[in-house]
């Protein structure tokens, strides 16, 4: 039977001490408590105004996640999948964590890793930038290489069983281990600072697809706030994500790697959201290597392959922008640094030998961020909902 006395002591919520509850599970919580605190003591990435005199009207932002600890885009990532692992139980005091990466994601895995003091294996394509095997290894991690990009993924939950320990699978869980709703998100980050600029609400944000998880986040945040902002999704040369998109057909495969680092996929991952996607853009590689080399130019400081492939798509929405009289603003990623790049999309001889050699389309980029249209290029093609382009294709633009 009820009781006014019971009542009222339960008027006033009381929750359990956590010290009642932490002993069958001190080393989650620890574990937990650590990562928080390393949050703590971190900063937002910031957001870079690019000068586009050619895009009158254009507002370009670029969202610089190489200031990260790790320097990419994926610490994020890498935070949220060691805390979502925690939280279901997967990880314990004695587990080897392996992951299947193109790199960026390794590195952050590693550096949270060794924060919790676990071990860590990193399985990736033998192409994977020796820059950063050795940031992995600095990290305490150990990097296995297997021949072809397809691999990767077999190989790490054989690595994980073998050794007893946990496959992370970023391309499985990118997507859910990442708080879309907010709590500050990297699109809600996006949002905050630009609160006091010309155009606050951005009319495209743009991103590459790697395992889709940051596209997913950004996506479902705009629709859950219900922003007035459309969302472009880029690929790379060697990837599936741009004829999915287009097609609808998950089981798409392709047999070569991608040569941008950390986009562009031989499947068809699960992390990839089409559905909160505007549009899309696919962009040659030699393309995303000009937009990477000519922005080089405009900071003062190399940035990733990625990063130009998003400068393309950017630059192409700012373009429909201009033609249609539209004002607003447009947030791309600056995913990393190109620092880790300088034997190969910085090296001449090396794009020589890919047969990437880019100046001619490094100077039609300079030529575009300058007068803000393309030199003596092609006229686009319609081929049913894609339009193609000499630097690639587009779709829903
Ligand atoms: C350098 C770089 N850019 C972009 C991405 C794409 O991010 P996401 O995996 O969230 O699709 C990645 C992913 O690994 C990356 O390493």
């Not at 890498?78 to 587990?95: D, Q, V, Y």
């Not at 990466?101 to 919790?116: K, Q």
């Not at 001889?349 to 890919?354: C, I």
């Amino acid at each position: 039977m009820w009781d006014d006395g019971d009542m009222h002591a339960t008027h006033s919520p009381t929750y359990p001490s956590r010290e009642a509850v932490v002993p069958p599970r001190a080393w989650q919580y620890e574990a937990i408590r650590r990562i928080e605190a390393d949050f703590q003591r971190s900063s937002d990435t910031h957001l870079i105004p690019l000068p586009t005199p050619g895009l009158p009207g254009v507002d370009l932002y670029l969202k610089d996640e190489s200031s990260h600890p790790t320097g990419s885009l994926k610490h994020r990532l890498a935070r949220s999948l060691f805390l979502h692992a925690l939280c279901n139980g997967w990880l314990h005091e004695s587990s080897t964590v392996v992951e299947a990466s193109s790199g960026s994601t390794a590195i952050s895995e590693a550096y949270f890793a060794r924060l919790l003091g676990l071990p860590f294996c990193a399985v990736m394509p033998r192409s994977t930038s020796p820059d950063k095997v050795a940031a992995i290894e600095f990290a305490g991690g150990q990097c296995h290489l297997v021949e072809h990009a397809a691999d990767i993924y077999q190989a790490a939950a054989d690595l994980a069983a073998q050794r007893g320990g946990h496959y992370m699978d970023q391309f499985t869980y990118a997507e859910r281990a990442t708080d879309w709703r907010a709590n500050n998100n990297i699109a809600e980050s996006i949002y905050h600072q630009l609160e006091r600029e010309p155009h606050p609400c951005p009319r495209w944000i743009v991103a590459s697809a790697g395992t889709g998880g940051t596209l997913a986040t950004i996506g479902r945040f705009v629709r859950y706030r219900r922003y007035a902002t459309q969302v472009c999704g880029v690929d790379a040369e060697r990837s599936v994500f741009f004829d999915h998109y287009t097609s609808g057909n998950a089981a798409l495969t392709c047999a070569q790697g991608s040569r941008i680092e950390g986009i562009g996929r031989p499947r068809v991952e699960a992390s990839f959201v089409p559905g909160v996607l505007d549009a899309m853009v696919q962009v040659r590689d030699v393309w995303s290597i000009a937009a990477a080399r000519a922005l080089a130019e405009v900071l003062g400081r190399p940035v990733g392959g990625s990063t130009g492939t998003n400068l393309m798509a950017a630059l192409h929405c700012a373009r429909q922008m201009v033609q249609r009289g539209e004002t607003g603003s447009i947030v791309t990623l600056l995913c990393d640094s190109g620092e880790r790049y300088r034997h190969s999309y910085y090296n001449d001889d090396w794009l020589a030998q890919q047969g990437l050699a880019c100046h001619e389309p490094q100077h039609a980029v300079q030529h575009m961020l300058h007068s803000g249209s393309w030199p003596e290029m092609a006229t686009p093609q319609s081929v049913e909902r894609t339009e193609v382009f000499v630097w690639g294709r587009s779709a829903g633009i």
